[in-house]
């Protein structure tokens, strides 16, 4: 007994001791990150929020069971080992007194069950990302596995462990029975088949069973630790704490104003050599960045998501977060070290690590590529999947600020998009007072604001820079015009004063250009005394209801599918003419999953009568970029597929007669995907890509069309 208390003890004194010393390097490591008072302040201000995202995204497991198999197997052993706690203390409790029992509930048969049952679907967990693992390899399926790039020896290991934890517990529980010192007289059926099993060897050889393997499961359970602390499994630890500090709702929508030192800064008073201008090294990272890095589970669940991952890009953004974690802990020791004179005696391995710049090419020993860097559409499909709530596409603009304000180092063509936001306030560089030309192709009156917005007037339209300038989005924009003024909507415009939002300003990494557009329309706005805007482009409608506020700019922003749909169920708006056609729409990202909405595009189809609207694979929340997002628009796509193709390739596929859309970037880049299919013959020539208030209108003309000439709204 004495030997088994001393061998027992001994391996958990080490193992703790092993574990808890990574545990306080890694905590020093977090806190070396820059302050995010923001989110321990939004903790604290929303405490029942808070256990509710805690309850579904952790003990609910949400995001991972949208994964029905892996998602199932993940929730079975989360619950299995959560309840296996109590086995562990039992085996600890065993060292010291054979016939020990948990305190009130350790005869229960119900407590035996259900150690048993959970111990069981731990390991069919345990089966079940064995045949995952298997059939997604990456030596075999290459790129396409989701475990491309990720840890997957460190994997197999951990698998291993979990299997010894049960196959240890469940002999020595049989040997127990078999001694009579087991606690539960019923209900533990998987440790009495292991009795059963064990039986034909007598007590003798049952009491020694019970003492090794009772050791054996104090063993496994202690390595397992130490693994666990020096492995991406540290998720376990670290997944509740970084989904608490998670932004809310999530990290779609907005970006973060740009901050350094906790506060947001000020350009006016900024200084680049003291102030912390984006993410120029592993250290501008808040502690929250770094704790995104460390609880990253490898999954690869953003990765097989990814468009850019998906048509041949090097940007994955699991392998983003791996790489940012890999040079954090490879220059920790420099990070951490006390003085110059502690770094002087480094290994000249950390020093070289820590001259590594943090964007750079291969010949530069870069930790990120540019082109994985620039590869990024913003589309937030890997955020919108990450089970742990990790932030990517901070982390990504996060360093194209950097680049963009420090380095001046980014892909050229976006040069002339800069020029033009600062010179005409759009990326087009057209005239301002062009900007109302496409009023005067319509056969009634849209008041200009002229300073104000006048009384009687509900809403602002914002139409965007596409929208007033751009061919193709300007039908759109007439559509929604002639929509409202049918409904008898009052509403006016900006006009020639109407300025870009910024959005493809700030999502480039230009803070500077954003922030100077965005000032310059909330005065616009504020002066007209606007309140209520609808906006055509979900970039304008996500930079001006969600970033602005920032800046203080408070609107209540609404995009057109949505008052589209609220006119036609208020009967406002009459579909009646049919449009009979297969239409099959497209979500575009910052409207579907960085706003969430889904629902009245979809609803305007239905509406229409004659439509049949057919889903592609990839819609609403999983929804497949058109490859503009991210300021990409302005950028050529000189690496794999092209984005848009393969988008159109998913809609050919259902063969539509319309693709729909409500975006103009979608409508740009879906249309020209289309122009392309068609000139090969791979797509019919009548295959239109339209805005779904390009559809309604027709609907709602009480005229049917005279010619193909006419579908298109003039
Ligand atoms: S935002 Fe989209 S393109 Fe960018 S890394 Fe995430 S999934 Fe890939
Ligand atoms: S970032 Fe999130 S989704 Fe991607 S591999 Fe890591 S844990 Fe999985």
Redesign the pocket.
């Known amino acids: 007994m004495i030997a088994r208390i001393a061998v027992g003890l001994g391996l958990t004194l080490v193992a703790s001791a092993v574990a808890g010393r990574r545990l306080w390097w890694l905590k020093r490591l977090a806190f070396s990150g820059q302050p995010a008072p923001e989110r321990v302040a939004a903790v604290r201000e929303h405490v029942s929020r808070d256990v509710k995202t805690e309850t579904t995204e952790v003990l609910g497991q949400r995001k991972l069971l949208k994964w029905t198999v892996p998602g199932t197997a993940h929730f079975l052993t989360f619950w299995g080992f959560t309840i296996l706690l109590l086995t562990i203390i039992e085996s600890f409790g065993a060292l010291f007194d054979r016939t020990f029992s948990l305190p009130w509930i350790g005869h229960w048969a119900f407590i035996g069950f259900l150690e048993d049952l959970v111990a069981v679907g731990v390991l069919a967990g345990i089966i079940t990302f064995a045949v995952i693992r298997l059939r997604d390899n990456p030596h075999t399926e290459g790129r396409k596995s989701?475990f491309y790039g990720?840890h997957t020896g460190a994997a197999w290991l951990v698998l291993a462990m979990i299997s010894l934890v049960i196959t240890t517990l469940l002999i020595y529980r049989g040997a127990q029975i078999n001694t009579g010192v087991f606690p539960y007289p019923h209900g533990a059926f998987a440790s009495q088949i292991a009795g059963h099993a064990l039986a034909p060897l007598g007590y003798g050889a049952n009491a020694v069973l019970e003492a090794a393997f009772i050791i054996a499961q104090v063993a496994v359970v202690m390595v397992f630790l130490v693994i666990i602390a020096y492995s991406k499994h540290l998720?376990i630890f670290l997944a509740p704490v970084n989904v608490l500090f998670s932004r809310r709702p999530d990290a779609l929508g907005p970006l973060e104003p740009m901050r350094s030192g906790g506060k947001v800064l000020d350009f006016e008073e900024a200084d680049p050599d003291t102030d912390v201008f984006g993410l120029g090294k592993i250290e501008d990272f808040t502690w929250k960045g770094l704790l995104?890095m460390g609880?990253?589970?490898?999954?690869?669940?953003?990765?097989s998501q990814c468009p850019a991952w998906a048509t041949g890009k090097p940007l994955s953004?699991?392998q983003v977060?791996?790489d940012l974690r890999d040079h954090a802990f490879a220059k920790a020791p420099w990070i951490l070290a006390a003085s110059d004179e502690e770094r002087d005696k480094l290994p000249e391995a950390v020093k070289a690590e820590a001259e590594r710049p943090l964007v750079g090419t291969k010949d530069q020993h870069g930790v990120i590529d540019p082109d994985v860097l620039w590869s990024c559409t913003n589309c937030g499909a890997?955020v919108q999947?990450?089970?742990?709530?990790?932030e990517?596409i901070d982390h990504i603009d996060g360093m194209r600020r950097h680049q963009v304000l420090i380095e001046s180092a980014f892909p050229q063509e976006a040069a002339t998009m800069l020029k033009n936001l600062e010179n005409k306030a759009n990326p087009w560089g057209i005239a301002e007072d062009r900007r109302a030309d496409w009023i005067t192709e319509l056969d009634f009156e849209v008041p200009v604001a002229d300073g104000t917005i006048g009384p009687g007037i509900e809403y602002l339209f914002w139409v965007g820079c596409a929208g007033a300038l751009e061919d193709r989005a300007k039908k759109t924009t007439k559509a929604i015009a002639e929509l409202l003024h049918t409904a008898g909507v009052k509403f006016a415009v900006l006009g020639p004063v109407e300025a870009c939002t910024g959005d493809p300003a700030r999502r480039l990494g230009n803070e500077f250009v954003f922030s100077m557009l965005a000032q310059q329309n909330i005065t616009t706005l504020n002066d007209a005394g606007v309140t209520k805007i609808v906006t055509s482009c979900p970039h304008c409608f996500n930079t001006i209801a969600r970033e602005y506020p920032q800046l203080g700019g408070h609107y209540e922003v609404i995009h057109h599918t949505q008052l589209l749909a609220r006119l036609v169920a208020e009967g406002r708006l009459s579909p009646v003419t049919p449009v009979e056609e297969k239409i099959t729409y497209h979500d575009p990202c910052f409207l579907g999953r960085h706003n969430k909405v889904f629902t009245p595009p979809r609803e305007i189809i239905d509406a229409v009568p004659g439509t049949h609207a057919e889903e592609m694979h990839r819609c609403k929340d999983r929804g497949f970029c058109c490859g503009a997002g991210g300021a990409r628009m302005w950028l050529e796509e000189r690496i794999g597929t092209r984005i848009n193709t393969e988008r159109i390739d998913e809609a050919l596929a259902l063969d539509p007669d319309t693709v729909s859309t409500a975006c103009p970037y979608c409508m740009v880049m879906l249309g020209d995907a289309v122009n392309a299919k068609k000139a090969t013959g791979a797509a019919k020539q009548s295959l239109e890509v339209i805005d779904v208030a390009q559809l309604l209108v027709r609907s709602v003309r009480t005229a049917p069309p005279k010619s193909a000439a006419d579908r298109s709204v003039k």
């Open positions: 989701r990720s998720h995104d609880t990253c589970t490898e999954c690869g669940r953003c990765q953004p699991k977060i791996l890997c999947e990450c089970p742990v709530d990790i990517h």
